[in-house]
């Protein structure tokens, strides 16, 4: 049984990271306003509206390459915020602060069903190889969305730094 125990853990750690992870970034969201959501580090690193449409595109497009599925957001998420796409700095090109924050949500939410439907067997079988570059076996998924959250909530942090905005966190 303590393989079992030993897999629950696994589990149980890889939520709570992803769950972590998203909440620290809605936390830094929170204060940008509306009308500063397009503003970027710089003037070129990569925006709110962007970052928020790209967490839930990637989670939605793993989702689908572990399980053979679709994906369940629109063709127009793939354009706008996958690995590739660029920052636009026109506002009204994007999906609304309010849907983009559903998307993530029911993206996450979707992606955390899977991890808690992965049984012993499932836990380190490899993944397709296009994620390999991302994590080697299905629960070294959750920790590589983790990673990548952190990794854009840093942008989050220079776009906060330049708009005067106080630290999160600190």
């Not at 559903?102 to 079988?125: C, G, P, Q």
């Amino acid at each position: 049984m303590q393989i079992v125990k030993e897999m629950y853990k696994i589990q149980e750690i890889a939520f709570e990271r992803m769950a972590w992870s998203l909440g620290f970034v809605k936390t830094m969201l929170g204060g940008i306003a509306d009308d500063q959501l397009i503003a970027r580090a710089g003037g070129t690193g990569n925006h709110a509206l962007w970052i928020m449409g790209h967490y839930a595109t990637l989670d939605d497009d793993i989702l689908a390459m572990v399980t053979g599925s679709s994906t369940e957001l629109s063709e127009k998420y793939g354009k706008l915020f996958s690995n590739g796409s660029e920052p636009i700095d026109d506002a009204s090109v994007y999906p609304s602060r309010n849907e983009l924050g559903e998307a993530m949500r029911s993206a996450r939410e979707r992606i955390t069903s899977w991890v808690r439907s992965l049984n012993e067997s499932d836990l380190y079988t490899p993944v397709p190889e296009p994620l390999l570059p991302f994590a080697p076996n299905a629960i070294s998924i959750p920790f590589g969305i983790a990673a990548h959250d952190m990794l854009h909530a840093g942008q989050l942090t220079s776009v906060r730094a330049s708009l005067g905005l106080p630290r999160v966190h600190a």
